[in-house]
């Protein structure tokens, strides 16, 4: 697949994510939750559709996780620091202490910068993420103002994911 994040949205619907896919191979193996986490977490800053489904996932799923492979994959793989955003979003969601101990041992990024690319490009989105900045995103030093949690949209079933109203589909967009 030539666009990782499709990739990952595929491996996604594989571990049981909230997110649809337009079709899915079912030869595909489905790879290890830490894998697919610390490979996301390299294409999160370009995908915030991808940043909540991961988000998502961990809510529902932290107990299958091992950290000590997590953290390992993702220092090969991905990036901690936005592992320690995941991490500390869903900690505030969720308390876990799985959720504490990534934070503890992930890094905030070395230079202050705007979480999402696609909002670094806009001078307008930009701004307002540097003067609207959540809390949570200033302590990895990242600016964003956005934050969602899958199971706070219409048309979510905490259970099952996205109802049949409302789901995210593989180009991420929002369909009904």
């Known amino acids: ?13 594989g571990l049981g994510g909230a997110v649809l896919v337009a079709e899915r191979d079912p030869d595909l193996p489905v790879r290890p939750p830490e894998v697919v986490i610390a490979e996301s977490t390299a294409q999160c800053r370009a995908s915030s559709r991808l ?10 799923h932290v107990e299958k996780v091992d950290v000590q492979t997590l953290l390992q994959r993702t220092r090969e793989r991905g990036d901690l620091s936005v592992l320690g955003v995941l991490a500390d979003a869903a900690n505030q969601r969720r308390p876990h202490p799985t959720f504490e101990r990534i ?4 890094a905030p990024n070395p230079t202050l910068e705007v979480f999402f690319h696609r909002v670094a490009q806009s001078p307008l ?20 103002s956005e934050l969602c949690y899958l199971g706070d949209e219409p048309g979510y079933t905490a259970d099952h ?16």
Do not use: I, K
């Not at 697949?1 to 619907?13: I, K, N, S, Y």
């Not at 940043?51 to 529902?60: E, G, H, I, P």
């Not at 934070?103 to 992930?106: N, S």
């Open 1 to 13: 697949m030539a666009d990782p994040v499709d990739g990952l949205f595929q491996d996604w619907r």
């Open 51 to 60: 940043t909540w489904v991961v988000l998502d996932w961990l809510l529902r």
């Open 103 to 106: 934070v503890r041992t992930c």
């Open 125 to 144: 989105a930009a701004r307002l993420a540097r003067e609207h900045a959540l809390d949570l995103f200033r302590r990895w030093n990242y600016l964003s």
């Open 161 to 176: 994911g996205p109802s049949s109203t409302a789901t995210l589909v593989l180009d991420g967009s929002s369909s009904t």
